[in-house]
Structures are given as C-alpha cells and as structure tokens.
C-alpha cells in the first residue's frame, strides 16, 4: 500500500478552518448536442466525452500562483498528460494511450511543478498496438474501440484490455503534468498470458506513480451536463489581504473548427491493420481559461458572474502561454467558449459566478467536526459496472453539511483485510452526491465499474469545522450477462486484447476469407451471435484461455507463412 504521510494535501477543507471564509464557485459544462429546451444527448458521429477541468487562485498580476482547487480525474488521477503514446493519438472512452499535454496547459505550467516524462516501455511511442509484451492488466482504461462500439461502451468494461504502463525517461524533457494516481493495490497477483508477445505481467514504472502523483486529493469527476456543478475553496487565513483571481480552465477533444484542427495519427503498419480503431480529429480548438477577479479583505467578497473565456492555452499544449480570444474562438453550445454554458446564479446571468458564502461563528477548538453519514448496508453483489447504495444525510449540528466527498477503489484479492482505509484520498472521486436535510435518505450510483470486481467506497461530510470520518462499505459487482464483443471474441478472451498481434492476425484472416466466400460470410454471421458468451466463459478461466491459445497457436504460426501479404 502507498503511504500519503508525507504528501502536503491541498485537498478542500485541508486548509485551517477557524476563519471559516468560504468563496463558493458555480458553472454547468454545455454539450455539442442538446435539442431546443432538452437535455444533452449522446451523438455516435460527434461524440462528446466531457471537458476536463482545471480551478486555482492566483494572484491578480499573475505572478503567484496561491493553490489549486480542483482538477479532474482523467489528468489529475489517470495522467493523461503525461502517458506513454503520441501526444496526436486518436482517442475514445477511457482511451488508453497519447499524452494530453493540450489539455490543461495554462494551469500546468503557471502550477509549475515538474516530473519525469513516461513513455512505452518497448520504446514504440508512435504505436497503439503491439504492447503486450510491456502490458500488464488495466483496472480503467479500454482499448481503442471501433466507432460502432462508441455508443455502447460495454465492450470497455467487459473485455479483459491489458495496457502498458510506461516507463520514466529522463532523457525527455520534463513534464507538467503527473504519471497516473490510481494504480494503489499491489496484492492482486497478475495472471500470466503467454503468447509470442510476451507474458503480459509488465508494469514498468507503475509502482511508482502513485507516490509521485500530488494531485489525487485534488481530484475530482467531471462536473455532469445538465446540472449546475458548485464548489468551495477554504480561503487559508494566512492569506494576505489583496487582489486575486479564480481561473477555469476547460479543454475538450473533438472540438474542431476551420482555425483548429489536427489531423490523428496512425502510423502506415497500423493504417494497414487498426485504420478502424479509436475516434479520429480529437485534437480541435485550445483550453480556454476563464476568470473571475477579487479583493480579499475583511469586507465580504461580493457576488460576481462573467460571460466570455479570458483567454486561450497553447494549442500544443508545449507551454502555458495565453492568447486573446478572437474569433477564432467558438462561441457555440459545447464548444470553444461555449463549453460553460450560460446560467443564473449568484452575480446574475454567466457562465462562472463567485461569491462568499457565510460560515456559521462556531469555536472549532471546542465543537467537533460533522457526524459521519451512516450507510446503510447495500445489496451484495452490484449490477456489471456500477454500485448503488443509500445513505442518511449526515448533520452538521443540526444543520444541513456544506459538502460530501465520495471516493471509491478496488480492492485487491486478499479483500477486505488489505484495504488501506487510511489512503482513501488517493482514491477515485466520484460525483459528489447532493446536500438535503439531516437525516433523509439519499441514493447514490457510482456508474463506469469494472464487471467482476470488489470495491470500497469512502463517503465523508464537510462542516463548518472540517470533515467527518469517512464511511465505508464494499461491494462486488456483477457479470456482465451478454457482452456482443467485435472481431474475433474467442481469441480476444483467450489473449486478454483483440490488439494482440495474433489476434489481430486472426482477425485478419477471417476479413480476408469472408471477402471471397458466401460460405465463411454466413460462418461469420452465426459466429458473431453465438461467440460472445462463450467467450465470456473463457475468459473467467486461466485454465481455459490458456487452452484457447495452444490451439489457435498452430493456426497463426501457419498463417504468418501463407496468408498472402502477412510477412
């Protein structure tokens, strides 16, 4: 287990809380895609994976940079700034490789804090296929998937995707941006997958990550469409009175105009054998960064709401500088300044508002943090990829609490005896669930799981005088029951990635065949209805995979000496 004890945390409410100042910041991220007076809805052709997200205070003149208050999961937790692949990779949901050093660029460099970059652990940094010999088996990210998988994501949470970690280089230069956070427990032992590609138990750096990683209690989900997200900085009462700022950076991917546009990589092997994988035309318009102005006095901060980006990050992401925003900026629903959408709040109508909010005048010395909220004991296995249980709101004497903090991790074998409740802050942050009265019950979802695995989920409630003792419950989830998988799913099971050489060679085989016969079209067409769920079966067993592979092993020895165009 990794130990945070000598980490600073700059976590909400990590600050004194004696002073009690709170500036409360508010705004709701907008979709490509919402019908007139409707909700967001998902487009397969213009798909929307949500904008990540970086909050910090800094000085009105720029030059002191005072703390960082939130930062989504996908940088902050899963490193997607500083992972092996190229930083033009295609991309997906919970696409596995391509470092995103464009996605919060501004808020990286004026941070400042440097680490070493990592890279493939074979060296093939302009390759998204071909790792397993350096994979190992990923609790979060899928691999590529094909655009007719985009919609329907089960294919991520119930295939058996091994990715490759990376390894530091130091001969790069450094980076802004931490390795990923979330790879904690160490006790699950890897499960061997033999192939000519390796065994498939490589985790490179891994190890290490999460020690180096200072952003995990920073970490936050990414504010939901259709809802006003709203949060809170403790205003350290060590700081000097003057002029400072909020900024909000938003980047996004697929956010293309006639000034943005990159197209994706894909190397000319790969052309030839993965051209249909991952999304394509991800690299679009730059982070925009808003910004909200304030004096810090005895006097409270009044209320404040702007409309329009301030400025604009590095298009490459390469350095922080900013640039006007001209018309070269969208201001259309979801995308360029439009990624805030424009709403009442404290302030009136903007995209961002800001105001004090009061504390109650309690002597923290003398009265105790909130009660912690009391769960109530879920089902015992969960559905395939999320967990729900119900809690009563927690008080914070008698009053309603300021906030909550859910967090979730799975647990490794031997759980629940090696689950380190102590290092919950290092965990996944979920949706923070909403605040009602004390005492009435709430229901939470935790959605995007993985089938088939024990989690332990962490909730605690901040009050006027800090935060409670975290709760916490475990739970399994479920099987997925039906999983129609692309390509050839026996094979995928049996390997662990349909992106494993032989696999993709196998694959190649059945195009090749199905194009020249109306016999192996119509084995095809029964073999795409019937694989599927006997290839969930194989893949529950090692002892079955492993028997799948030596008898496909002959055929694809065969088969790289006689398929035409193989060698």
């Known amino acids: 287990m990794v130990s945070r004890a000598s980490k600073a945390s700059t976590a909400l409410g990590s600050q004194p809380v004696d002073a009690c100042r709170l500036l409360q910041y508010s705004f709701e991220p907008d979709c490509f895609d919402r019908p007139a007076e409707g909700t967001c809805r998902f487009d397969a052709a213009h798909p929307d994976f949500g904008p990540q997200i970086s909050v910090w205070v800094e000085s009105a003149d720029g030059v002191s940079f005072v703390d960082t208050v939130l930062v989504t999961n996908a940088v902050a937790l899963y490193g997607i700034g500083n992972r092996p692949g190229s930083w033009d990779f295609r991309s ?3 696409y596995p490789y391509g470092r995103r050093i464009m996605a919060l660029p501004v808020w990286a460099h004026r941070r400042g804090v440097l680490y070493d970059s990592v890279v493939m652990g074979d060296g093939l940094d302009d390759y998204i296929a071909a790792h397993m010999a350096v994979s190992s088996p990923e609790p979060y990210f899928c691999r590529p998937m094909l655009p007719s998988e985009v919609v329907d994501a089960v294919t991520c949470a119930s295939g058996a995707f091994r990715s490759a970690k990376g390894v530091f280089d130091p001969s790069m230069p450094k980076s802004y941006f ?9 006790g699950n032992p890897c499960q061997t997958i033999v192939s000519i590609a390796g065994d498939s138990c490589f985790y490179g750096d891994a190890r290490q990550f999460a020690v180096i990683n200072d952003l995990d209690v920073v970490a936050a989900a990414t504010p939901a469409y259709d809802r006003t997200f709203t949060a809170t900085w403790n205003i350290p009462s060590a700081l000097a009175p003057g002029d400072y700022a909020l900024l909000i950076e938003v980047g996004k991917e697929l956010d293309q105009n006639d000034a943005f546009s990159h ?3 894909l190397n000319a092997y790969e052309q030839k054998y993965y051209a249909d994988y991952g999304t394509e035309g991800n690299v679009g318009q730059p982070s925009v960064v808003y910004r909200i102005p304030f004096h810090l006095s005895e006097a409270p901060i009044p209320a404040t709401a702007i409309t329009g980006a301030w400025r604009y990050g590095d ?7 900013v640039f006007p925003v001209g018309p070269e900026i969208n201001f259309t629903p979801g995308s360029g300044q439009g990624r805030l959408r424009v709403g009442d709040g404290p302030g009136g109508m903007g995209q961002v508002h800001l105001t004090e909010i009061p504390c109650a005048q309690l002597d923290c010395a003398q009265i105790p943090a909130p009660e912690a909220p009391r769960v109530i004991d879920p089902t015992a296995v969960q559905e395939a990829t999320a967990a729900t249980f119900t809690f009563r709101q927690a008080s914070d004497h008698g009053a309603p609490v300021i906030t909550y903090d859910l967090r979730f991790t799975a647990a490794p074998a031997t759980y629940p005896f090696e689950v380190d409740e102590g290092s919950f802050e290092q965990w996944t942050a979920a949706p923070t669930p909403p605040v009602s009265p004390p005492d009435s019950l709430a229901k ?8 088939r695995t024990s989690y332990t989920i962490a ?9 409670s003792a975290p709760s916490f419950i475990r739970v ?6 039906y999983a129609k998988l692309s390509g050839c799913v026996i094979a995928t099971a049996a390997y662990g990635s349909d992106l494993d050489p032989d696999v993709s060679l196998l694959r190649r085989d059945r195009d090749w065949l199905v194009s020249r016969s109306s016999g192996a079209r119509l084995a095809a067409l029964l073999y795409a209805d019937s694989a599927p769920p006997l290839a969930q079966l194989i893949g529950r067993s090692e002892i079955a995979r492993a028997l799948v592979r030596s008898v496909l092993r002959p055929l694809v020895s065969l088969n790289r000496e006689l398929l035409p165009g193989s060698n």
């Open 315 to 321: 298009w490459t992401g390469d350095t922080g500088d």
């Open 459 to 467: 909730l605690r409630a901040r009050g006027a005088c800090g935060w």
């Open 444 to 451: 939470v979802t935790i959605d995007g799981l993985t089938p």
């Open 92 to 94: 997906g949901p919970r």
């Open 178 to 186: 931490p390795p990923r956070g979330d790879l904690l427990n160490w």
């Open 476 to 481: 399994s989830t479920g099987e997925v029951k």
């Open 263 to 265: 197209p994706s990589f």
